[in-house]
T-cell receptor, first 114, second 110 residues
């Protein structure tokens, strides 16, 4: 398996623009997670899905953030409009019914909003 | 909310020495997991220990769990420069969901 795939790897955009991050989880995994990592706040869980259904979105900062999972092999995280404080590395992770639902992380998308 | 808290925040050792990192958590757990993150990369799962286990080994890694103290430790023996990374503990909140600590940044000098 190719692992969790994220795109793009790097995104530089101007404040006010819409940003869409994409994730393809590992085949067979039924959980998908979106995290944000910054030096100041560490690793934050934004939202997670189970069987394509959002379970907990309490970590989504505000209405500018939205996430979808239209099918088992694809998810998006959208920021509209983007702000400089959204600059961070965004990780997607997936897990399945293994020993303890260990999570497999993608390489991340480094977002810079100027 | 933060569940796991690693200690120390940063650790610097010489190659060949052992590295010990600690994790404390607040609520009861089903399992505790340790992850490693190399600079600029995603987290990688290292080892999982269940709440009914006290110690687990994997290669040069040794994990202990003390549920009475709500704490865990990760020991890396005979460290190598390649072990330089950040190490995170994670505890399960509900099935499938993990809460990660802020991590210990380990630097192993050759």
């Amino acid at each position: 398996d190719a692992g969790v795939i994220q795109s793009p790897r790097h995104e530089v955009t101007e404040m006010g623009q819409e940003v869409t991050l994409r994730c393809k989880p590992i085949s067979g995994h039924d959980y998908l997670f979106w995290y944000r990592q910054t030096m100041m706040r560490g690793l934050e869980l934004l939202i997670y899905f189970n069987n394509n259904v959002p379970i907990d979105d309490s970590g989504m900062p505000e209405d500018r953030f939205s996430a979808k999972m239209p099918n088992a092999s694809f998810s998006t995280l959208k920021i509209q409009p983007s702000e400089p404080r959204d600059s961070a590395v965004y990780f997607c992770a997936s897990s399945g019914p293994g020993q303890g639902y260990e999570q497999y992380f993608g390489p991340g998308t480094r977002l810079t909003v100027t | 909310s933060q569940q796991g808290e690693e200690d120390p925040q940063a650790l610097s050792i010489q190659e060949g020495e052992n590295a010990t990192m600690n994790c404390s958590y607040k609520t009861s757990i089903n399992n505790l997991q340790w992850y490693r993150q190399n600079s600029g990369r995603g987290l990688v799962h290292l080892i999982l220990i269940r709440s009914n286990e006290r110690e687990k080994h994997s290669g040069r890694l040794r994990v202990t769990l003390d549920t009475s103290k709500k704490s865990s430790s990760l020991l890396i023996t005979a460290s190598r420069a390649a072990d330089t990374a950040s190490y995170f503990c994670a505890t399960d909140q509900s099935q499938g969901n993990l809460i990660f600590g802020k991590g210990t940044k380990l630097s192993v000098k050759p």
